[in-house]
């Protein structure tokens, strides 16, 4: 199982930005899938997940702002960022679930202000 972010970068603080994650491979499902992020001098954090029946969580911190979302047939995970701030500077990882955790390689995004 792989997976693989892209769409990262560096923005000015309010813009937006998409990060797409392709999953491939053989897995007989996804329980989960969202992102997680990883901010300077912080462990990474869960900021965004779809659970089994489609709903969805996010942290506090993005509340408002970032929303997750999956293609199933494209096996791809979506996170649509808006009103980006300095504090979300960090490095990006899409995570899926099946009997076990997968996150990608992360991908850098940098908001200045």
């Known amino acids: 199982v792989q997976l693989e972010e892209s769409g990262g970068g560096s923005v000015q603080a309010g813009e937006s930005l998409t990060l797409s994650c392709a999953v491939t491979g053989n897995f007989f499902s996804i329980n989960a899938k969202g992102w997680y992020r990883q901010t300077p001098g912080k462990e990474r954090e869960l900021i965004a997940a779809?659970?089994?029946?489609?709903?969805?969580h996010y942290h506090d911190s993005v509340k408002g702002r970032f929303n997750v979302s999956g293609d199933n047939s494209a096996n791809t995970i979506l996170l649509q960022m808006n009103s980006l701030k300095p504090e979300d500077t960090g490095v990006y990882f899409c995570?899926?679930?099946?009997?076990?955790?997968?996150w990608g390689q992360g991908t850098q995004v940098t908001v200045s202000s």
């Open positions: 995570w899926i679930a099946t009997w076990t955790n997968y």
């Open positions: 779809i659970v089994t029946g489609g709903s969805t």
